[in-house]
C-alpha cells in the first residue's frame, strides 16, 4: 500500500541506502515514514509499498497487538527519556510465513517531533535445525581454542544468541573466595534489563538452587513461583542449568511460557560443550601449575644442593678456623659468593646499646651496612626480621621486599641495592645466641620451607663453631679473670629454693654431660630434705633430684638441669663457675673465664637467664685458667663414661670419706648396677689416676 503524503527529507538516507540491515522510521502514529531496500530482502514489500502503513503490518500476529501499543507509548509520550532497547519479534512475511527477527528500537527527535528507528535483522534461517548444528559444531572450535573460562563462557552465551529464540541469556561462575555466583558473561540484551548482569538476585535466587542442587530448575512463569521475589529479576521464564562446579546457565525471556522441549535439549548441549571446555582449561591450568611447581622444586633442589657443598666446604673452614672473626669472614664470602645470594653479614648483639653490630660481610653492596642502624627493641614491629630473629630464635623470611608493608628504612635500603628477599637466621647454640646471619638475594620467593630449613641448621653450626671457639679459647688461655656478680632476683632460678624451701644453698660442683645438660652437686643447710623434693619435682629445668647425704643440718644432693639453664651456658661458654652461695637475704655467683673472652656476653648471659644482676668484682689472673681442667680432660680421656660416672658418683656421695658416709652397695643402688661392678669401676679410676700421678713423677 502506498501512501499519499509526501516523504520527509532524510539526512542518512544515503548511509542506509546499502546498509545490510532493515531500517525503518517511524512515526508517533506508529506508520512507517522510511524504509531503506534490505526492507523488501526480509519482508517481500518494497519501501515504497510500506510507507504510510502501520507498523504493525509487518508484524506477525502474536506480537502485533502488544508490540503495536508499546511502540505507541513510547512515541506519544514527549515525557518518556530517549532510549534504545533491544527486543526479538515475530514478523510476518509478504507471502505469510512467519519472521524471527531482531529488532533495536532508538527514540529520537526531528523538527520538534517523536519518531523511533527500528534497525531489523531476519534470524528466521538461524532457528533452522541445520543452522543449530553449524552453531553448535563453530562453538566447539572455539571452545578448543579458547585459553581462559572468560572466553569459554562469551563464546556460549554468543551461541546461545544465535540458538534460542529470545536473545537474554547469561552464564555466572562460582567465586571460591567469595563464596557465591558471580555474572561472567551475557549477551547484549542483558545490559538493557539489569545493571551487574545478574538476571537474578537476593540471597536464595533460583540460580543458586540450582547450582547447590545440581539439579536444572525450568520455571515456565516466574510469577507463579512463591520463592521468587518479582521485583529482583526482569524474567517472566527462564531456564537455569548447573554447569557441575562450574556455575550456572541461563537461557531467560521477557515472557512466560517461552521455552519448548527443544529449548532444553538445546540447553543441554550448550551446557555439557561449556563444561568440557572449562574442564579442559582446569587441566591444563593444573598441568601448568604442577609444572611450574616442579621447576621451582627443580631450582630449589639445585640451590639447595649447591648450598649443601657449601656447607660441607664450611665444615672444614669452621673446623680449622681459629678465631670467631675467621669464622665470621669465612661464612660470608663462601654464603655471597653461592647463588642466588648477592650480600652476606653476620652480626652480634651488643648487650649494652641492644645494638647489632656488624662483624663480616661479603658480596655486593658494602654501603648497605654504612647505611643501617639496627637496635633490637623488645617488641619489634611486625616486619623487621632481625628483632624476631633475635626474639624468638627461629629464622625471619621477607620473601618479596617491595611488596611487603611497611615501608621501613631498612627496606628502603634494601630496594636501593637492587635486594628483593632476604632471611635473617639466628646464630646458635643449645639456646644461646651468638649472632644473626642475614642473607638477600636479588630476586623474589628465593627462600622456600626447604632452603629455610638448611639455612636454619648453619646458623646453629656456626653457633657450635663460636661454642667450640670459646672453649679451645678457655682452655688454652694462659690469662683468666675472675667476675663476681650479686643476683637481685630469685624468681624462675633453683635460687628460689632459699625462700620458698628455706635454707642456704651452696654450689659443691658442676660436670658437664654429653647430652648437653649439666650434673649439679649443692648443699643445702637448714631445710627439709623431703620439701626439697618436692618443690624440685615441680621445676620443669630441673630432673632426677636424689638427696645423697643428710648430714650435720647440711643435706648434699644431686640433680640434673636443662641446657638452658644458666649453669650448662656458662660451661658451654668455656666458663668455671668457682663458687655460688644463696642466703634468703643474697646471692653471689663467681666466676673465671679466659682473658679473651668478653665479661659483657657474660654479664649478659647471667642477666637473660637470672634477671636483675651486678658486676660488684672482677680480678685478672696471669696462670691459666684451665690447668686443672686439662688435668681433668686427659684423665677423663682414659676413663670409660660408666668409670667416670661411677667416680664422681662416688666422690660427691661421701664414699672417700672417713668414715666412709655412703657403702659401696648404696652406691650400686643409687647406680642402679651390681655392687661388685662399682668396686671393679672405681678400682680401674684409681689405678688410671694414680699411674698419671707416678708415671708423670717418674718422668
Request: aromatic share 8%; glycine share 4%; charged share 25%.
Amino acid at each position: 500500500m502506498t501512501s499519499n503524503s509526501p516523504s520527509p527529507e532524510w539526512d542518512f538516507e544515503t548511509l542506509v541506502q546499502a546498509a545490510n540491515a532493515g531500517i525503518i522510521a517511524i512515526s508517533s502514529d506508529a506508520t512507517i515514514q522510511f524504509a531503506n531496500p534490505h526492507v523488501e530482502d526480509i519482508f517481500g514489500y518494497s519501501p515504497d509499498e510500506i510507507l504510510g502503513e502501520p507498523f504493525s503490518m509487518l508484524l506477525s500476529d502474536t506480537d502485533d497487538e502488544t508490540d503495536h501499543r508499546g511502540i505507541d507509548t513510547h512515541l506519544s509520550d514527549s515525557t518518556v527519556e530517549q532510549t534504545t532497547a533491544s527486543v526479538r519479534l515475530h514478523g510476518r512475511h509478504r507471502d505469510g510465513h512467519e519472521l524471527s527477527l531482531d529488532v533495536i528500537f532508538t527514540e529520537f527527535e526531528k523538527d520538534g517531533s517523536q519518531y523511533m528507528s527500528a534497525i531489523i535483522r531476519d534470524r528466521t534461517d538461524q532457528q533452522s535445525p541445520e543452522r543449530q548444528l553449524e552453531a553448535l559444531n563453530r562453538l566447539s572450535q572455539e571452545h578448543a581454542a579458547a585459553d581462559s573460562s572468560h572466553s569459554i563462557c562469551d563464546s556460549t552465551v554468543e551461541t546461545a544468541d544465535v540458538l534460542f529464540e529470545y536473545p537474554i541469556a547469561a552464564v555466572e561462575l562460582y567465586d571460591d573466595e567469595a563464596g557465591r555466583l558471580e555474572p561472567c558473561s551475557w549477551t547484549p540484551t542483558v545490559e538493557n534489563l539489569t545493571t551487574d548482569g545478574r538476571l537474578f538476585s537476593g540471597d536464595q535466587s533460583p540460580t543458586w538452587a540450582a547450582f547447590a542442587q545440581q539439579e536444572m530448575e525450568v520455571i515456565p512463569d516466574v510469577s507463579a513461583r512463591d520463592d521468587i521475589d518479582m521485583a529482583n529479576t526482569p524474567l517472566r521464564a527462564a531456564l537455569i542449568l548447573p554447569i557441575d562446579s562450574y556455575g550456572v546457565f541461563i537461557v531467560g525471556a521477557t515472557d512466560a511460557h517461552a521455552f519448548s522441549e527443544s529449548d532444553v535439549s538445546l540447553l543441554n548441549l550448550l551446557v555439557s560443550n561449556t563444561y568440557a571446555a572449562l574442564e579442559r582449561i582446569t587441566r591444563e591450568s593444573d598441568l601448568e601449575d604442577q609444572k611450574e611447581q616442579l621447576e621451582e622444586q627443580t631450582q630449589s633442589l639445585d640451590r639447595v644442593q649447591r648450598l649443601n657443598t657449601d656447607i660441607r666446604d664450611l665444615t672444614k673452614v669452621l673446623t680449622n678456623s681459629h678465631t670467631r672473626a675467621e669464622i665470621a669472614e669465612e661464612v660470608c664470602a663462601r654464603l655471597a659468593a653461592s647463588e642466588p645470594y648477592e650480600f652476606a653479614w653476620l652480626g652480634a648483639l651488643e648487650p649494652s646499646s641492644e645494638e647489632v653490630l656488624p662483624e663480616a660481610s661479603a658480596g655486593t653492596g658494602d654501603t648497605y651496612l654504612d647505611e643501617l642502624t639496627i637496635i633490637v627493641a623488645e617488641e619489634p614491629t611486625e616486619h623487621e626480621p632481625i628483632g624476631h630473629a633475635i626474639h624468638e630464635r627461629t629464622p625471619q623470611v621477607r620473601n618479596n621486599i617491595q611488596q611487603d608493608p611497611p615501608f621501613e628504612p631498612w627496606r628502603q635500603s634494601a630496594i636501593q641495592h637492587g635486594y628483593r628477599s632476604m632471611i635473617t637466621v639466628p646464630v646458635v647454640y643449645q639456646d644461646t645466641l651468638y649472632g644473626v646471619l642475614s642473607l638477600y638475594a636479588a630476586e623474589p620467593n628465593v627462600f622456600d620451607q626447604l632452603e629455610v630449613a638448611v639455612l636454619q641448621e648453619l646458623g646453629e653450626m656456626i653457633g657450635y663453631a663460636f661454642n667450640a671457639e670459646e672453649r679451645r679459647q678457655a682452655f688454652t688461655s694462659e690469662q683468666s679473670i675472675e667476675l663476681a656478680f650479686d643476683v637481685h632476683e630469685r624468681t624462675d632460678s633453683l635460687f628460689a629454693m632459699t625462700t620458698e624451701v628455706k635454707g642456704e644453698f651452696h654450689l659443691e660442683n658442676l660436670v658437664e654431660r654429653r647430652d648437653g645438660r649439666t650434673t649439679m652437686f649443692f648443699a643445702n643447710k637448714g631445710c627439709d630434705p623431703e620439701e626439697m623434693v618436692v618443690w624440685a619435682e615441680k621445676q620443669p629445668y630441673i630432673s632426677d633430684l636424689r638427696l645423697l647425704t643428710d648430714r650435720d643440718e647440711e643435706c648434699l644432693f644431686e640433680c640434673i638441669l636443662d641446657e638452658s639453664t644458666v649453669w650448662s651456658q656458662l660451661l658451654q661458654r668455656g666458663a668455671m663457675v668457682l663458687d655460688a652461695i644463696a642466703t634468703p637475704d643474697s646471692t653471689q655467683i663467681v666466676i673465671r673465664i679466659p682473658q679473651s673472652a668478653d665479661p659483657r656476653t657474660f654479664d649478659a648471659l647471667l642477666e637473660e637467664r637470672l634477671g636483675d644482676v651486678d658486676l660488684v668484682a672482677r680480678r685478672e689472673y696471669d696462670e691459666p685458667i684451665m690447668t686443672a681442667q686439662e688435668f681433668e680432660a686427659e684423665y677423663r680421656e682414659r676413663l670409660t663414661e660408666r668409670q667416670d660416672e661411677v667416680l664422681q658418683t662416688a666422690y660427691y656421695a661421701g664414699y672417700f670419706e672417713w668414715p666412709r658416709a655412703t657403702k659401696s652397695a648404696e652406691l650400686a643402688d643409687i647406680l642402679g648396677i651390681a655392687q661388685p661392678t662399682v668396686s671393679r669401676h672405681i678400682r680401674s679410676s684409681e689405678e688410671e689416676f694414680l699411674s698419671m700421678v707416678y708415671e708423670d713423677e717418674d718422668e
